[in-house]
T-cell receptor
């Protein structure tokens, strides 16, 4: 039978606010994590990554936090802009798999 | 990103037809991947290739086949298309030595099977 599409989590913020997008990952053996941004009609684009031996990494306006104890990853976007509106995916790399596993995604909408 | 290109960008086909989606990359990467994306779902891996002679099934390979014609080219075929293969298809690449590391995606192919 047909599968039913899931509703993605959504986050709506005002321009200038800080945004926090969360992701729970599945495998405690995962050693590398990536956040991707996907704008409408485009392929996913790399934003920032973090290795499992770190708990925080900062980029330009973005910060990724990793909590291995509870297998949680978050992406913080400072001073969110309308151009940040997109779907955001986390991905985990598990060495034994040799490939990435992607999360479901979160829709971020930024209102001017 | 022009480094990874996909053709066609949009395709409408009928049930039972054979269709090929093509991916080319100029990044010089050894590893290439095919994913499908359905509304409300994440990316699911169909096939991946670590080099020209190495092809591996992903989590949803049934109904699909691939060909790695060269380092830069990786094509995905639907042998006999069915409506539940209607989806957005993405090709991605990664440099060798970075197992499952940062992947660079093409713009996607939107496939509709009637």
């Amino acid at each position: 039978g047909e599968s039913v599409g899931l509703h993605l989590p959504t986050l709506s913020v005002q321009e200038g606010d800080n945004s926090i997008i969360n992701c729970a990952y599945s495998n405690s053996a995962s050693d590398y994590f990536i956040w991707y941004k996907q704008e409408s009609g485009k392929g996913p684009q790399f934003i920032i990554d973090i290795r499992s031996n770190m708990d925080k990494r900062q980029g330009q306006r973005v910060t990724v936090l990793l909590n291995k104890t509870v297998k949680h990853l978050s992406l913080q976007i400072a001073a969110t802009q309308p151009g940040d509106s997109a779907v955001y995916f986390c991905a985990e790399n598990t060495p034994s798999y040799g490939k990435l596993t992607f999360g479901q995604g979160t829709i971020l909408t930024v209102h001017p | 990103d022009a480094d990874v290109t996909q053709t066609p960008r949009n395709r409408i086909t009928k049930t039972g037809k054979r269709i090929m989606l093509e991916c080319s990359q100029t990044k010089g990467h050894d590893r290439m991947y095919w994913y499908r994306q359905d509304p409300g779902l994440g990316l699911r891996l169909i096939y991946y290739s670590f080099d020209v002679k190495d092809i591996n099934k992903g989590e949803i390979s049934d109904g699909y086949s691939v060909s790695r014609q060269a380092q830069a080219k990786f094509s995905l075929s639907l042998e006999s298309a069915i409506p539940n293969q209607t989806a957005l298809y993405f090709c991605a690449t990664t440099p060798a030595g970075r197992t499952g590391g940062t992947q660079y995606f093409g713009p996607g192919t939107r496939l509709t099977v009637l």
